[in-house]
């Protein structure tokens, strides 16, 4: 089969592989569409460790059935599959609290094994959520995106009717992110961002009002929007230090940040005084469970959550390089990329 395969950082190579055949208790997938993430780059330029390489990258995949290995039921050749990329054991004190997001001996697909930047991938049937014939693989494949974005709106005990959200950047998560808080009821969603582009895409998804850093002062803007002091939830979705820093002074006085995006590992500057003087809560995220991205689907199939007008660039596996360097392009001229196998 033809894969794109990582042989060290830098060095992506289109090639031929043997095709992969499934043992006792795996499926064999034909991969359709794979969405490029932040972290197929992180790994492409050596920014975060943890493929042994070669690696076949690519872990946000949706695809067919095609074979099965022994002992697996409930599958058939054919049925279309959103794949959950987690590699979890199902057996350590995390997976059995409902928090397999956490497992002890987990990993993740496209890393700690070969991904889908490929024609075939192997899975664990446990890990195929099935999807009807009217979600394209192109949406489907944006199902670990949604279930993230989705977990992260769940644990805000503030998210709710009415509340003022502010979201930081507006990549494809952060455009997630304006449409779930729509979904929740608050009011105003605020999106911020440098491009204009993304912004006029944000407000036709739900946002109420957006900011254009570029030109205002954000800090400014929203004390014109937000009666006490900032928003009452503000989800840094850019993961940069900037806007990881500004979220404690944008967020009201015992207001919560959802910290969605995934930043370097320390960041200088951060006022964490104001985390005691104004009382706030700050919610990690990491992935989703298992059920969360089952639920991610039900979204996509209802159309609750709009993916397609996210989707601005579409690849040949062969090109899975050019679809990794568009995305990692600052201003980013790319939002949703997926790559076709
Ligand atoms: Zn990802
Ligand atoms: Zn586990």
Redesign the pocket.
């Known amino acids: 089969m033809k894969a794109a395969v990582m042989h060290d950082v830098n060095d992506i190579v289109f090639e031929e592989v043997p095709k992969p055949s499934p043992k006792k208790g795996e499926l064999l997938v034909r991969i359709r569409s794979t969405r490029v993430?932040?972290?197929?780059v992180n790994m492409y330029r050596g920014r975060m460790p943890g493929a042994f390489l070669p690696r076949i990258l690519g872990?946000?995949p949706a695809g067919e059935v095609v074979e099965l290995g022994q002992e697996v039921s409930g599958f058939k050749p054919g049925d279309r599959v959103a794949i959950d990329?987690l590699v979890y054991c199902g057996k350590c004190y995390f997976c059995r609290i409902g928090m397999n997001n956490l497992c002890e001996n987990g990993g993740l697909m496209g890393r700690e094994a070969n991904g889908s930047f490929a024609e075939y991938a192997i899975i664990t049937p446990e890990r195929a959520v099935k999807i009807s014939d009217r979600l394209s693989f192109d949406v489907a494949c944006f199902a670990?995106?949604v279930g993230s974005v989705y977990r992260s709106q769940c644990k805000a005990r503030l998210l709710r009717s009415g509340a003022s959200v502010l979201i930081l950047g507006l990549g494809s998560a952060g455009m997630i992110q304006t449409q779930f808080a729509k979904l929740a009821g608050a009011n105003p969603v605020i999106g911020v961002s440098r491009s204009r582009w993304k912004l006029d895409l944000a407000l036709q998804l739900g946002a109420d009002v957006v900011i254009d850093a570029n030109k205002e002062d954000t800090a400014e803007a929203l004390r014109k929007l937000t009666p006490h002091g900032g928003a009452d939830v503000v989800i840094e979705a850019a993961g940069v230090p900037a806007t990881i820093q500004q979220s404690y002074h944008l967020v009201r006085p015992g207001g919560e940040i959802i910290q969605y995006g995934i930043g370097p590992s320390s960041v200088d500057n951060i006022n964490t005084y104001l985390q005691y003087y104004k009382e706030l809560t700050i919610y990690g995220v990491r992935a989703f469970t298992y059920s969360e991205f089952c639920i991610s689907t039900k979204f996509l199939e209802d159309q609750s959550i709009k993916i397609e007008p996210i989707i601005t660039h579409k690849f040949p596996l062969k090109q899975t390089v050019e679809g990794l360097e568009l995305s990692e392009k600052q201003p980013g001229k790319g939002l949703g990329i997926v790559i076709n196998s």
């Open positions: 993430c932040s972290t197929d872990h946000e990329p670990e995106t």
